[in-house]
Structures are given as C-alpha cells and as structure tokens.
C-alpha cells in the first residue's frame, strides 16, 4: 500500500515537475501515514523529484501545541518527511498562535495564491478529511482554514492511534485546511490502512455522498485515488 501509494506520488510529481517550475502539495500527519512517507523518501524515489521546486503544506494543527510537542504535527512532518527531503518551502501551522483568527487569515492568504497540485490525505474513523469531522464539514466552505471543534470520534481516534494515553489528554480544538483545499487541488492520493478505518473507507467509498462523511467529497472529486490495504477495504461489497 505505501509503496504503490508513493510510487504513484513521485510519478506524479516528476511529470509535473518537468511541465511546471514549482509544484504546490499539502500532506497528511498520522500513524496511517507512516508506511507511505517511508517508501516516499527512498533514495529511489526521492531521487525522481526535486523537492527544491515543491511548497508544503500540513493539513492541520492542535491549537496551543507549540511545534516541539511530541503529538505536533508538525514535528510529524519533520521526523517522517522533511528532514529527509530538502523542499523549497515547508508552511508550518501555527497552533500556538496567540491569535488563531490572524493565524488563519496568514494561512488563507498563502493558499489562496496559487492552485494545489496534490494532496496526499488520510481518511478518520469518522470519515473526516483532515480535522473536517461531520459536525462541521462543508462541501462549499468559502474559506481555506479555519479553527474547529474536534468531535468526540476524532478526538478518540488520536488515543486509539496512540497518539495519546487519554482522551482528556487530547486537545479540544484544532487549525485544519478546509473541504476546498481538497476539492479545488488538482489530485488527492489516500492511504488509508487498518480494520479501524473500514466503516469509514466503506462510507465513503460506496455510502450516500454528504457531509455525514466527510471523505465522500473524494467521489466528486476528478482525480482521485485510494490506497487500501485488505483489513482497510474489508467492508466494501466490490
């Protein structure tokens, strides 16, 4: 799963990379994703692609985490990812932002200025596409980031992956990318492994489209994909 999944992304890059002088991508930070930034930076495939040209960007932070935090994202990013790749731009989420509206309208402003070539995404236990859980999912979200409210099947995911040992260890409130990220980026790539996640890749996959589950905006989308593994599409009457 994590080696077609990156296969497929490097091939995707590297052609893009020959048409344009610099490519845009956003990127997921979760245990699902470990195996897939594994193969991703191989020296085979990191070879391909020079990441002096790519701009990232990380889908999403818990508010108050400053970027040391062990459960940071973007400490994430950097353990898995950038410190085994030199890209030309990595755009932190600022959780620890004393203003998380002025933090926002910092990262609405950076995406808005070019298009997304790719996001390479996980899919939650409750359907969400970054911290875009159900309660508060829009297809049609006019901004590119803004604060949530992480509902309670997400926040329990995070002690399920271990991420930590309690729930009421895990923060209330996040900075995410919205719905529009992912409809207006020109691909989405999904990895998503484990039995946990096979409701949701089920939902999403072959259930009604809608914000019930966030991860259904996937079947409207043009250029999407997904990556299972078996426990993961256990579910799917395919």
Known sequence: MGAAAAEFVTT???????????????VGSAPSQDEFFAELVKSENNGRIDWTRVEVFHMDEYVGLRSAHPQSFRKYQKEHFLSH?????????????????????RLNALLAEKPIDLVCLG?????????????????????WAKVVKLDDTCRQQQVNDGCFAALEEVPTHAITLTLKVFK?????????????????????????IGTHCPATLCRLHSNARLFLDPNSASELSL
Do not use: Q, W
């Open 123 to 143: 899919i939650g236990e409750n359907g969400h596409l970054a911290f875009n859980d159900p309660p508060i999912a829009d297809f049609d979200d006019p901004k």
């Open 184 to 208: 207006d980026a020109a691909c989405l790539s999904g990895v998503i492994p484990a039995k946990t996640k096979a409701a949701a890749v089920a939902a999403a996959v072959e259930g009604e």
């Open 85 to 105: 790749v030199s890209v030309k731009t990595f755009h932190e989420i600022h959780g620890e932002a004393m203003d998380t509206k002025v933090e926002c309208r």
């Open 12 to 26: 995707y890059l590297a052609r893009l990379l020959e048409e344009k002088d610099e490519v845009r991508i956003v």
